[in-house]
């Protein structure tokens, strides 16, 4: 008789459990975002680096999706107004109001947990919070691969049908640009990045 499955337990985690959390959301991230379409060279340097915003930014959260305490998934968000200027600039090009706007940052979850909702449960735990806050919108960012590219998947199914019945739809023309490593370069570069955008 095969054993029962161990549900996957959601905490949302502000203040020290948090900073707590960070190195754990750093090896997740490494490991998930090298795969397509990210292809994420990823360091334990720069994660450090790159992440520590959150610890210092009243209002962050991570989602985390925990199997027997271990962390599988996490998803993370802030107020736009503190993130890096790379995310709010295009959007403050076009008369948005990074105050009244949250920022959904990174969502990953280990492949061997998906197909089981938790990326919807990321994504009500996250604009549960941001309504808490009193904010009124909430964006993110997708990277933004060509169709030819040669580390494609061939049987890739974009996120699109998810994401719109989450009630988000791309914001025409906004485009946030950030560089990170890809798997095989040898040096960062710019990648281009889809905003999508709802009314909380």
Partial sequence: ?????????????????????????????IKVF??????????????????????ETEGALIVGAYDRGKLVGAATG???GDEFEAFRTPLEER?????????LAESVL????RGQGIGHRFFDEREAHARKLGFSQSVF????RPDDHP?????????????RKRGYEKLPDVVVTFPWQDVGEDEE??????VWYRKL
Avoid: H
Avoid at 189 to 194: D, G, H, I, L, S
């Fill in 110 to 113: 280990d492949p061997a947990y």
């Fill in 1 to 29: 008789m095969k054993g029962l499955a161990v549900p996957v337990e959601i905490r949302s985690l502000t203040g020290e459990e948090l900073k707590q959390a960070l190195n754990d959301l750093a090896g997740l991230r």
């Fill in 78 to 80: 802030e107020p736009l």
């Fill in 95 to 103: 008369g948005f109001d990074p105050g009244d706007i949250f920022y």
């Fill in 34 to 55: 090298r795969d397509w379409p990210y292809l994420y060279e990823g360091s334990m340097d720069y994660e450090e680096k790159y992440l520590q915003r959150y610890a």
């Fill in 189 to 194: 570069t710019e990648k281009p990045m889809q």
């Fill in 151 to 163: 580390m494609r998947p061939s049987d890739y199914r974009p996120l699109d049908p998810f994401w």
């Fill in 141 to 144: 960012c997708a990277v933004i």
